[in-house]
């Protein structure tokens, strides 16, 4: 049962444009919600999160929107870059557990 | 850098063999967590540490494999008797005492052939 889904594998953006990469999950129970790039042959590198007291998290070109009622994240990235070139994978916690949950990821290619 | 080690970042073993990898922790995050990484899928939990208190092993982590945290300080994760299919990226990450962010080590990537 995958809880967290990721539902584009790929995507492609021009430089300069708006990349938007979206996030869906299952359990209500989650409470904080986490964006992490990863680059080949590295560990996921965190990005920006959002907690569920929210729906909007911003931190330089990265925006995080949360839509409770639809389960739904997004993640922002504006103006694109090549060097945001990578694999996006989200995450999402019950922080009454210890256990994050991640998506299956989405490769984000921002063409020059 | 996240200041997160991880060692060896490479291993290549014969199926039935033994290896360990070692995570050596940001000193005041006291939380660690180890994954597993296969090609085309997200980080999967498999265990869980609180200081030297191990408080949590998902179902994925089988009679072959343990892992340790002595002192609360570096981790350890062994797998016994490997297989074809423990081929992976094993990674370590960190939270601290406060705040829910984890910080990842690069990885062990492990072949077993």
């Known amino acids: 049962d995958q809880q967290v889904k990721q539902n584009s594998p790929s995507l492609s953006v021009q430089e300069g444009r708006i990349s938007i990469l979206n996030c869906d999950y299952t359990n209500s129970m989650f409470d904080y919600f986490l964006w992490y790039k990863k680059y080949p042959a590295e560990g996921p590198t965190f990005l920006i999160s959002?907690?569920?007291?929210?729906d909007k998290n911003e931190d330089g070109r990265f925006t995080v929107f949360l839509n409770k009622s639809a389960k739904h994240l997004s993640l922002h990235i504006v103006p694109s870059q090549p060097g945001d070139s990578a694999v996006y994978f989200c995450a999402a916690s019950d922080t009454g557990t210890y256990k994050y949950i991640f998506g299956t990821g989405t490769r984000l290619k921002v063409l020059a | 850098d996240t200041g997160v080690s991880q060692d060896p970042r490479h291993k290549i073993t014969k199926r039935g063999q033994n290896v360990t990898f070692r995570c050596d922790p940001i000193?005041?995050?006291?939380?660690l967590y180890w994954y597993r990484q296969t090609l085309g899928q997200g980080p999967e939990f498999l265990t869980y540490f609180q200081n030297e208190a191990q408080l949590e092993k998902s179902r994925l982590l089988s009679d072959r494999f343990s892992a340790e945290r002595p002192k609360g300080s570096f981790s350890t994760l062994e797998i016994q008797r490997t297989e074809q299919g423990d081929s992976a990226m094993y990674l370590c990450a960190n939270r601290p005492r406060v705040g829910n962010e984890q910080f990842f080590g690069p990885g062990t990537r492990l072949t077993v052939l």
């Open positions: 000193s005041e995050h006291n939380r």
């Open positions: 959002i907690s569920s007291i929210k």
